[in-house]
């Protein structure tokens, strides 16, 4: 389960970028997709010019290229929720627009056109793209029917990463493929696993199968050191006009920020690495801070209250620090308002749990809603925390749970954060069994594969949402 939400979490944050031809007819929807957003952009300035001054003159036009060339080609939402497709929506033409009205502004370009057209083009047009990526959402199975019957594919190999492929197969509604089952050659006891899989036969039967009943994809899910029998195969099938493609195993090895690099001038690939490196950690850590100031500026006087409030509330520091693991593993400590009567920093912690005596008055009412987490954004400034990633765990905890959960470590390959994905997906406050840590693990390690500024800004809007509803931490 774990690698099939990293599936469908990466279809939702890495814009679902897929092979043109080797998953199946959804190429035709990533098409309309490239040229949608480019083609409502454009429209509605057109309108707008007819509209205002009668015509479409030259600066119009000089303008509909810059568009083009800034939006083409098209992000996929289809695979989004209504709620991010609107979010991406209105997040890439707040910087299309920004850059536009920047450069315009500077060059003077800007005041050829009239003022109450760049106004009305500025709501207009994201209120064009949502509308018409609604439809499109609308039109997909009307458009798939028009394509004819699906096209079939089977996987040969009923191993994880074929199971996965098969999974992710399933999720897409948009791929017009149909996938009737797995070729493998292994005995029953061994895929006992994936028994939900139709087993259409043996390895040998596959060119037979393919021929007979006009099989259009075939996906090799083999281990890397089955070369002559993928030979074999592919000799076999050489009589058909099925489309063939791999499925590395090395490939199912759970990449973090996976990508091919040269290392004196050998190529390699890398397989668990940090999103940070180069002009992302710049853009990263530059983010961080500017936000944190702006926060702090905001508030400031309101944390200097709650300090008060916690020092008068029960004895004790107003101010909380807790080691912590933070980046490549590296102790830091953590500030927070104290929101207990103790101060736990040992070898044992007990997580707060619902209704527990530790928590002060104040404590309760800045757990729910994390105002305990505001000095923090201090960490944040120092380098030691990201205002987004994987939240801090004690000493004590990290200790225990890297023992019993697969990869835990691998999430301090980036700093800690303040929020998280993790958390505005249902795991904040206690994880009193080991299913709910390695919940939060997955989702930690979803967010290493799949970071983008987009993403980061995205959680921080829910979060703030989270704050004033959720009924997690305690």
Known sequence: MAEIRGIKSAAVWK???????????????RMI?????????????????????????????????VVFSLTFPGASRLRLSVERMIFNILFHWFWIAGLLLLVGF??????????????????????????????????????????GPAQRAVIVGMNNQGVSLAENIGYSSYSG????????????VRRHEQAKYKLLGKIDELANFVKKYRIQYIYLS???????????????????????????????????QGRSD????????????????????????????????????????????????VKLGSP?????????????????????????????????????KKNDQ????????????????????????????????PRPHAVAHNEMYRTLIKGYMVRHKVRPGITGWAQVNGYRGETDTLDKMQARIDYDLDYLRNWSLQLDLFIVLKTVRLVFKDGAAY
Request: aromatic share 10%.
């Open 106 to 147: 500077a060059t003077d370009y800007l005041f050829r056109f009239p003022i109450a057209l760049i106004i009305n083009w500025l709501w207009i047009a994201p209120a064009a793209q949502i509308a018409g990526n609604l439809t499109l959402r609308a039109t997909t199975s009307k458009l798939l029917k028009m394509q």
């Open 15 to 29: 814009n679902n970028r897929e092979p043109r031809s080797g998953l199946g007819r959804s190429y035709i929807f």
């Open 222 to 256: 083999l281990p890397m050191i089955a070369r002559p029998r993928v030979l074999q195969i592919l000799d076999d099938l050489k009589d058909t006009t099925a489309s063939i493609y791999f499925v590395p195993d090395m490939f199912i090895t759970d990449l973090i």
């Open 358 to 389: 530790r928590i002060t008055r104040i404590g309760s009412f800045l757990r729910r809603t994390s105002l305990d987490e505001l000095p923090q954004f201090f960490n944040v400034l120092q380098g030691r925390m990201s205002i987004v990633g």
């Open 316 to 352: 004790g520091p107003a101010i909380f620090k807790q080691r912590r693991y933070g980046l490549d593993g590296e102790q830091i400590l953590v500030y927070k308002f104290r929101s207990m009567a103790v101060v736990e920093d040992g070898g044992t912690i007990h997580q707060a």
């Open 262 to 309: 040269t290392v004196c001038g050998v190529n390699v690939i890398s397989v668990c690495d940090t999103p940070f490196r180069g002009f992302n950690g710049i853009l990263k850590r530059a983010s961080d801070i500017i936000l944190s100031m702006i926060i702090l500026m905001l508030v400031s006087p309101f944390m200097i209250l709650i300090a008060i409030m």
């Open 33 to 65: 997709e490239s040229a949608l957003d480019p083609f409502i952009l454009i429209l509605s300035l057109w309108v707008l010019a007819f509209n205002f001054e009668g015509a479409i003159k030259p600066p119009y036009l000089i303008l509909s290229v």
């Open 177 to 188: 493929m149909e996938m009737l089952g797995f070729f493998d050659d292994r005995s029953e």
